[in-house]
């Protein structure tokens, strides 16, 4: 993990996005229930579960502790343990808003599944069989599904006029109409891609004239990074330094490759099966631009040589997997000893200095300059593998250029990846258009777009409840420390420091939504081009690489928001020791007012503490209070911590998910986020706990869930924001890129790993799959 990226909770499967990233006033299911089926709900709830009905004032209710059967193999769903003083205690809410957040609930669950042998199934299993995966998606989940409902919401705003919006919200509304113009992108057709290629000096496949004695590969690799924004050959950007956070520095690493990962060219099975994919969509592709002076031969030909020269680059690059010890890739060069002792067939001065051309002044570099370097050993090869096949180096930048922007063309080009998109993601054909524009709008216009999401459908109360809970869950971390015997009291004194030192930051900032205050348009002071849609895109590129290049030397602004509103997602920051919760994320099924807190616990409070326990990850661990890469454990608490990392680790990789072929997950890549899984359910729990013990009157009850425990809904909360199915070959996708393991393992493994799972449903330890005995288990935190 380096600190060009922060850790995220879930990857974001949309398309065409710059980066990767629920509507309240719509409800995460309030389209899909039907008046018949909220009624039935109350209905189970009154008259199944035999509970006494609540009135206003609260009067308290009793319910029956359900019991364990079994009839024909199939074992009932209805089972807890004893119910608890506060169980017995609470009400059965009728108002609309428990009535929907039941309907959501129970419409998911098979209950026809015992939760002790497959509680992902018994919390999901209809919701997954009612979800089908369209054919313009990879996957359906929970998270698509509320990140579809805060599009829905976008689209709403960004088409409403208005004769009051500030300057960068007109310019984000001007841009989303020119991406839904599509009968204007398709009539320019290949016009606006030729003159982008013009631009870039022209592609040498599709016919264009080019001299290998006068081309310079320093300046057209920097000029390729910083004006058209690829990442082909190496990868640059401007953060924040690992050693020292307060300050920005020109970083290096290797490459992104044209297919998902590494893997895709060295692993001979997703090789076969998605090669072929990629080469037609390049051959499709090529041979449109060119038109009708195509020259087939030789564009499948480059083709190939492409192929060949991604392999070689690959061949040179770590895995993902071998890369979590920041320490270890981490070196800090001049630009003299980068040339000494990595590189010297490349000028770097010269590159660095390319890039910089695109700052304001512009910035440049001396062969003093420092610079980080993630992969020298892969920068070491860069020469050799190119060899001096300049035409080659040409084809493949304007390739990469290419190929990430086909989602901003016509129709027909959009249509030349189809053979690679049903290859990698097994989609086959597009998404909405609204959703693509209200997407794309949201990734360039992050902050003037999530105010238009915020006026519209944002609750201010949540953004205080979250603020509650971060606090609640930083007070159960600090509770495990004293408990922890594996660690010395050193490094738990050091522990609870950086703990007290995580800063969350909720919601949005306040600034987007004061209309006095001039920040926003400010920093949206860009110029697109109107109804020019792809070339729009070129200009936000610029824009963007300038002011991120641009902080080159500056302080870190730790005010300043690493994402926008918008965005159903969360996020831990190492350099910056911060967690991050939009917007977007605190609505339903993380948070409902209408659920009862133990399952907004086991919803957004087990994400809290996932963020929480990020910064104690295999990764965030490496990472002080401050943001720095410092090491602040004792060497035999190190020890004792790998050694139950080492365990997760097997535990997860020994795991096969049907989706994917039957592959194995690879627990050395999702570590991070398993050990922040497992955190974060406990810390979530023990904050549960803890409510309920200053909360006497109890919690919430539910129609039609009046049966159910709150530590059995807090965990059926956790359980139900995993939901989600996936096809095949992004299922594999995932298995090779993806840092998170599956969703039903995400489910499954915390709960088996967690004794007080198998005691909330009345499991046998050592006898039912989700209650293993204590030897078959991992815990870090």
């Not at 067939?345 to 440049?364: A, S």
């Not at 035409?391 to 493949?396: D, G, K, R, S």
């Not at 054909?429 to 709008?441: Q, Y």
């Not at 660690?487 to 939504?513: G, L, N, R």
Request: glycine residues 6%.
């Amino acid at each position: 993990m380096t600190s060009q990226s922060t850790d995220v909770l879930m990857m974001d499967t949309r398309k065409s996005k710059k980066s990767c990233r629920a509507t309240l006033i719509l409800g995460f299911v309030a389209g899909a229930m039907t008046i018949a089926t909220i009624t039935l709900a109350v209905v189970y709830g009154l008259e199944v579960n035999k509970t006494k009905t609540c009135d206003d004032k609260g009067t308290v209710v009793t319910t029956e502790a359900p019991t364990k059967t079994t009839t024909k193999g199939v074992t009932t769903t209805t089972v807890a343990k004893e119910t608890t003083v506060a169980d017995t205690q609470a009400e059965i809410c009728e108002s609309q808003a428990c009535v929907t957040a039941a309907s959501r609930i129970l419409n998911a669950m098979n209950r026809d599944v015992d939760p002790c042998n497959d509680f992902y199934e018994f919390a999901c299993g209809t919701w997954n069989m009612d979800h089908i995966i369209p054919d313009d998606q990879s996957s359906i989940s929970t998270f698509n599904t509320l990140r579809d409902d805060v599009s829905k919401v976008l689209k709403t705003v960004l088409e409403k006029p208005s004769d009051e919006d500030r300057d960068s919200i007109k310019k984000a509304k001007e841009f989303y109409a020119s991406c839904m113009n599509t009968s204007v992108i398709d009539t320019l057709g290949v016009d606006p891609v030729k003159a982008l290629i013009t631009e870039m000096g022209g592609w040498p496949v599709i016919g264009d004239a080019f001299d290998s004695s006068s081309f310079d590969f320093e300046d057209t690799l920097g000029k390729f990074r910083s004006v058209y924004g690829t990442h082909g050959i190496m990868s640059s950007w401007v953060s924040a330094d690992d050693k020292d956070s307060s300050v920005n520095i020109f970083q290096m690493d290797q490459p992104s490759l044209g297919m998902p990962d590494r893997d895709y060219y060295l692993n001979e099975d997703t090789r076969d099966k998605t090669e072929p994919g990629y080469r037609q969509f390049m051959i499709n592709f090529m041979t449109m631009i060119a038109g009708s002076s195509a020259d087939v031969a030789k564009i499948e030909n480059v083709t190939t040589k492409i192929i060949d020269f991604e392999t070689e680059l690959a061949k040179a690059m770590a895995p993902d997997s071998e890369r979590r010890d920041t320490f270890a890739i981490y070196n800090r060069l001049t630009l003299t000893e980068l040339s000494t002792n990595v590189s010297g067939d490349i000028d770097w001065v010269q590159y660095m200095n390319k890039v910089l051309e695109v700052t304001d002044g512009p910035l440049t570099a001396t062969a003093d300059e420092e610079v980080v370097v993630y992969d020298p050993e892969y920068l070491s090869n860069v020469s050799s593998i190119i060899n001096m096949d300049w035409e080659l180096v040409q084809n493949y930048l304007v390739w990469r250029v290419l190929k990430d922007r086909v989602s901003y063309m016509s129709a027909d080009l959009r249509e030349t990846r189809a053979p690679y998109t049903e290859a990698v993601s097994g989609t086959t054909s597009e998404e909405a258009r609204w959703l693509t524009c209200s997407d794309t709008a949201e990734g360039y216009f992050e902050m003037p777009v999530g105010s238009l999401f915020v006026e519209e459908a944002f609750p201010e109360k949540n953004k205080a409840v979250t603020e509650q809970l971060v606090e609640n869950i930083r007070v159960a971390f600090k509770g495990f420390l004293p408990a922890n015997d594996w660690m010395d009291d050193q490094t738990k004194s050091a522990a609870e420091v950086k703990a007290d030192q995580v800063t969350p930051i909720i919601a949005y900032p306040d600034y987007i939504v004061d209309t006095s205050d001039p920040k926003m348009d400010n920093d949206y002071d860009m110029i697109i081009t109107p109804n020019e849609y792809f070339k729009s895109i070129q200009e936000l590129v610029v824009w963007g690489n300038k002011n991120s290049f641009g902080k080159l030397r500056e302080p870190i602004d730790f005010t300043e928001w690493i994402t926008g509103p918008a965005i159903v997602n969360a996020f831990y920051s190492p350099s910056r020791n911060q967690i991050v919760f939009p917007a977007g994320i605190l609505q339903p099924p993380f948070y409902d007012a209408g659920q009862p807190n133990s399952m907004n616990y086991g919803g957004i409070g087990m994400v809290i503490g996932h963020e929480i326990t990020h910064g104690f990850d295999d990764s965030g661990s490496q990472y002080d209070g401050y943001g720095n890469l410092n090491n602040w454990w004792t060497d035999s608490s190190k020890e004792n911590f790998n050694k139950k990392t080492q365990c997760m680790i097997d535990q997860y990789s020994s795991m096969t998910w049907a989706v994917a072929d039957n592959r194995n997950l690879n627990g050395e890549l999702t570590l991070g986020e398993n050990i922040a899984d497992n955190g974060g359910i406990r810390e979530a729990y023990t904050a549960y706990k803890t409510w309920q013990s200053q909360n006497p009157q109890g919690d919430l009850r539910l129609p039609g869930l009046g049966n159910f425990t709150q530590d059995q809904l807090f965990f059926l909360g956790y359980g139900q924001v995993w939901c989600g199915t996936y096809k095949e070959a992004y299922a594999i996708r995932l298995l090779t890129t993806d840092p998170h393991s599956p969703g039903e393992f995400r489910v499954n493994v915390p709960s088996m790993n967690f004794p007080e799972f198998g005691e909330a449903y009345s499991c046998q330890q050592g006898k039912d799959g989700m209650y293993p005995n204590p030897k078959d288990t991992c815990r870090v935190w």
